[in-house]
């Protein structure tokens, strides 16, 4: 059975050219921890990230270089690290609570369909800047915003119930468009692009889409505080990162 099980994963595999590529860690501030293999250790920045590491940022916060995308982590956010890439998509990993900022090159080095998991949805990095917000419910999504020290933090659970609190009906995601084009597609079969301006809200299996426009007020308000730095693409594209030759993914 663990042989046919093997054989099969690796047909799997080879079909789809996965690979993995290096995670850089570009800057950590605070306490960040990583579990992998049962273990919770302190991330620091000569700790190497592989496939399915849990990032939890706690008190601290991240960034995270994917070749061409930074993707930022602020306090009390649950993160999995994915970074395969295939023919077809380059996915980064899996946000599963908390707030994140992502700013994508726009010199695009390579041309994979940008993709990253939510909770009951998928997010294809159409353009080049957008925040994500994911709480347990649109009470707190809403006091976060007008600022941490308005609203207490979200309060992360524990291991054995992030599978339970990720599902929740009442959990609620937000992404919200500060650059380019979004693509969101829900598990529920509901689909938007967003544009400059444009916010996408869902609650938590996956309904319920809802799009609003903001003003150049409320973006600039809500990544101040949710204390994210709204990094133009452009500056990035002046000084693109050195690209790190990709690695084939190994099956366990």
Same mark, same amino acid.
């Given at each position: 059975?663990?042989?046919? %099980?093997? #054989?099969? $994963? %690796? ?7 996965? /690979? ?11 306490? !960040? $921890? ?8 302190? #991330?620091? =920045? ?8 849990? !990032? *939890? ?9 994917? =070749? ?9 956010? +649950? ?25 994508? @090159?726009? &010199? +695009?080095?390579? &041309? ?27 009470? /707190? ?14 309060? $992360? ?13 009442? #959990?609620?995601? /937000?992404?919200?468009? %500060? ?12 689909? &938007? ?16 889409? @809802?799009?609003? *426009? ?7 308000? *809500? ?10 693409? &452009? ?18």
């Amino acid at each position: 059975m663990k042989k046919i %099980f093997a #054989l099969i $994963l %690796f047909i799997f595999n080879t079909s789809l050219w996965a /690979q993995a590529v290096p995670v850089k860690i570009e800057k950590i501030k605070g306490k !960040v $921890l990583y579990y992998r293999a049962q273990t919770m250790s302190i #991330l620091t =920045e000569r700790s190497e990230l592989k496939n399915d590491d849990l !990032v *939890m940022t706690k008190d601290g916060s991240i960034s995270l270089i994917f =070749e061409d995308t930074t993707i930022s982590l602020s306090p009390h956010s +649950l993160f999995r690290v994915m970074n395969i890439k295939n023919k077809e998509r380059y996915q980064f990993g899996e946000f599963l609570m908390g707030e994140y900022s992502s700013v994508t @090159r726009k &010199k +695009l080095v390579d &041309k994979r369909r940008l993709e990253v998991i939510l909770p009951k949805a998928k997010v294809h990095v159409v353009g080049t800047r957008f925040i994500i917000q994911i709480a347990p419910n649109v009470e /707190q999504l809403m006091e976060r915003q007008k600022g941490k020290e308005m609203a207490a933090p979200i309060e $992360l659970p524990r291991l054995e119930l992030i599978p339970t609190a990720v599902s929740s009906p009442d #959990l609620v995601t /937000q992404v919200t468009c %500060f650059e380019g084009k979004v693509f969101v597609e829900t598990d529920s079969g509901q689909k &938007k692009q967003l544009e400059y301006k444009e916010s996408a809200l869902y609650s938590g299996n996956g309904a319920n889409l @809802r799009v609003t *426009m903001k003003d150049e007020a409320e973006l600039e308000s *809500m990544a101040s505080a949710l204390a994210f730095e709204i990094i133009d693409s &452009k500056a990035i594209d002046s000084n693109p990162s050195e690209s790190t030759p990709s690695q084939e993914s190994e099956t366990e």
